[in-house]
């Protein structure tokens, strides 16, 4: 089992930035991908960032720019920093984890961290 624990959220105005830091414990295997997924109030759950071990970004179109992942293999820690924030970017921001291939693939998710974005 993984656990995965999100901190770093908050309410910022218009322009301003975050940090989201997601720590990760527990059966980590040596090769996997991390992810920074947010959802807002009646819609779906989409992806923001992920990173792999080897350091490949993938990045939102709406992240482009604004947002940067990185990752700490050492410490199993995943960062988001969030700048120039809009109104829009207000959601709960989950982390992710995959590790494993086949029949032994897992995903696990964090509880989530509120971000509010006032204009």
């Known amino acids: 089992q993984v656990q995965l624990v999100e901190s770093g959220g908050g309410s910022v105005q218009a322009g301003g930035s975050l940090r989201l830091s997601c720590a990760a414990s527990g059966s980590i295997f040596s090769i996997y991908t991390m992810g920074w997924y947010r959802q807002a109030p009646g819609k779906q759950r989409d992806l923001v960032a992920s990173?792999?071990?080897?350091?490949?970004?993938i990045y939102a179109d709406s992240a482009k720019g604004r947002f940067t992942i990185s990752r700490d293999n050492a410490k199993n820690t995943l960062t988001l920093q969030l700048n120039s924030l809009k109104p829009e970017d207000t959601a709960v921001y989950y982390c992710?984890?995959?590790?494993?291939?086949?029949?032994?693939?897992?995903?696990?998710w964090g509880q989530g961290t509120q971000v509010t974005v006032s204009s």
């Open positions: 990173i792999s071990s080897g350091g490949t970004k």
């Open positions: 992710k984890l995959d590790q494993g291939r086949g029949a032994y693939a897992r995903t696990y």
